[in-house]
């Protein structure tokens, strides 16, 4: 198999603490991936790392055979990387199909000028993505949705959504932060479903950071284990959670 995502001794400091410490990964193209450890091991950190919202302090990052190490977080998401938060972060005021027009306008193809003048171009554009908006809505049956306000959705179909926006950017590998945060076991259930449709149907890379172990052990095909931002454990998603070191940093002596 092809490698999407290669990480090298990557490593951040802030002051005198060592966040994330020789921090090395491999995830094959399609793969679907976990990254799990207790609070606070350093895994959003990996992530901000990843998509540029910190520099790293050592190490190198390569996406797709293209080094990305230290490219700012607009340069990074036009190389192929697009993450959602553990936070929902959507646009609460604008509709449902415009949160995921937001998405789309990564990779608009008209100048300001024509947007300013409404030029045939612009509404030509503005049509393909409408179109684009409201297929990506189809995939998660949100399309009945689309002049919803955003705000207005249940709290599993704000995450649907939150994921549709993130794709709509065109993305080769996607971050999901605690995807399953705040959701009860049917709503999980679901997102489980959803994650797999994702990765099949868009022949997507997923790399996920989730507490949720039934989610994890259900989907994950295999894991990385961060315990105080140090690797303590990779490999197959069910070796990986039997580990008698990763037992012991989730549940202590």
Do not use: W
């Not at 099949?200 to 295999?222: N, P, Q, W, Y």
């Not at 140090?230 to 998603?237: E, P, R, S």
Request: proline letters at 3%.
């Amino acid at each position: 198999m092809a490698t999407m995502l290669k990480v090298d001794s990557l490593g951040i400091s802030f002051g005198g603490l060592k966040a994330v410490d020789n921090f090395n990964v491999e995830i094959e193209k399609n793969e679907l991936y976990g990254l799990i450890g207790p609070n606070g091991a350093g895994k959003t950190t990996v992530f901000n790392l990843l998509t540029g919202v910190y520099k790293p302090t050592n190490g190198q990052i390569s996406l797709d055979g293209d080094i990305i190490t230290g490219l700012d977080c607009e340069a990074i998401s036009k190389k192929g990387i697009a993450r959602t938060f553990q936070n929902i972060r959507l646009f609460s005021q604008l509709s449902v199909l415009d949160n995921v027009k937001v998405g789309l306008h990564n990779n608009h193809g008209y100048s300001t000028l024509d947007g300013i003048f409404r030029t045939p171009k612009f509404r030509k554009v503005e049509k393909e993505m409408d179109e684009r908006a409201m297929e990506l809505l189809g995939v998660f049956e949100l399309e009945d949705y689309c002049t919803y306000k955003a705000s207005n959705l249940p709290y599993g179909q704000q995450r649907k959504l939150e994921i549709a926006r993130a794709l709509a950017t065109g993305p080769k590998l996607l971050l999901l932060d605690e995807p399953a945060a705040g959701m009860n076991p049917n709503e999980t259930e679901e997102l489980m479903n959803t994650i797999r449709l994702v990765r099949d149907k868009f022949d997507m890379t997923i790399l996920l950071i989730e507490h949720d172990m039934k989610l994890v052990s259900g989907i994950c095909d295999r894991l990385t284990v961060l315990n105080f931002g140090q690797v303590l454990k990779q490999g197959n998603t069910q070796d990986v959670l039997h580990d008698p070191e990763v037992v012991k940093a989730y549940l202590g002596d």
